[in-house]
């Protein structure tokens, strides 16, 4: 069953986020992939994450294509020009790759490449508008293709939004749902009450909402996110769990898993697990979610 098959019987799903390496050597990428074979019914490559050099999401997504599993596509905004971003939504589509999703990219002044141009030629709904195009048929010159392309197509949700922001947010949902886009990718979760209130506002019906579950590794970590990044809360409990454990890896990974069974048991549709080059520890979090 494909990654869109299952996604539109309202099958429970689990993706998994396997970063490409910074190399040219990818057999532990399939290594670890394979861990997980069977266990996540699709793959996200993203594109160079943290705007920090790997292997490109399409290079990856083509790898795991040949051995057999399913992956999702990340087009970042930043990166590329329209001409290039199409170039590569046609290569994608050419190679089998049926998922894609569109994503705006983080800053490159953050990245390892500081000095790095952004581009930004098309933003996150100019993207998805081009994906729409070419399923028609068409490129953005109005060019017809010789070869339609077909995707399930995925962006982002921001669900730290809050006030004014919140209903820009909501807004751009409704736009991306207008525009094709069949599931949605959260920030990382953590604080689930909080989560709760945010899903209230959402019409389920419409998009598969996927909260991303995050595994920790310290909890140094956990309060640098906490203080630090915008729109993610980690509660303090969690914290202090994670610090006070004797086996602290164990109990990060207890920690995801409790939220992606939290999360199942609310209702949503699927989750997206992040294990930022952890990805051995994957089907742990799944064992003890009883997944």
Same mark, same amino acid.
């Given at each position: 069953m494909t990654l869109q098959d299952r996604i539109r019987s309202g099958k429970f799903v689990?993706?998994?986020?396997?970063?490409p390496p910074k190399g040219a050597d990818f057999s532990a990428y399939l290594k670890n992939a394979n861990l997980s074979r069977?266990?996540?019914h699709a793959v996200v490559v993203p594109e160079m994450a943290n705007a920090v050099l790997k292997a490109s999401s399409l290079g990856g997504c083509a790898y795991l294509q040949r051995e057999g599993m399913e992956p999702v596509f990340q087009l970042c905004c930043r990166d590329r020009n329209r001409l290039a971003l199409q170039a590569d939504i046609l290569s994608a589509a050419a190679?089998?790759?049926?998922?894609?999703m569109a994503v705006p990219g983080?800053?490159?002044r953050f990245g390892d490449h500081p000095q790095a141009r952004a581009v930004n030629d098309l933003d996150l709904m100019g993207l998805l508008e081009t994906l729409q195009k070419l399923q028609t048929g068409k490129d953005l010159a109005g060019i017809e293709l010789r070869g339609v392309p077909r995707f399930c197509v995925g962006s982002t949700l921001d669900t730290g939004a809050s006030g004014g922001l919140l209903n820009i947010e909501l807004e751009h949902?409704?736009?991306? #749902?207008?525009?094709g886009v069949e599931f949605v990718v959260t920030n990382p979760i953590f604080d689930l009450r909080r989560f709760e209130q945010f899903v209230r506002r959402l019409d389920a019906k419409q998009t598969a909402v996927f909260p991303t579950v995050l595994l920790l590794k310290s909890a140094g970590m956990a309060r640098y996110i906490d203080r630090n990044i915008k729109g993610i809360s980690i509660p303090s409990e969690m914290i202090r769990d994670i610090q006070k454990a004797p086996d602290k890896p164990q109990e990060c990974i207890r920690i995801a898993a409790n939220i992606v069974a939290r999360l199942k048991d609310m209702g949503m549709p699927g989750v997206l697990i992040s294990t930022v080059g952890?990805?051995?520890k994957l089907s742990q #979090?799944?064992?003890?979610?009883n997944i």
């Open positions: 689990v993706l998994g986020e396997f970063e069977g266990r996540v190679l089998g790759i049926r998922n894609v983080e800053d490159v949902l409704k736009r991306k #749902i207008d525009l952890w990805e051995d #979090i799944l064992d003890q979610a």
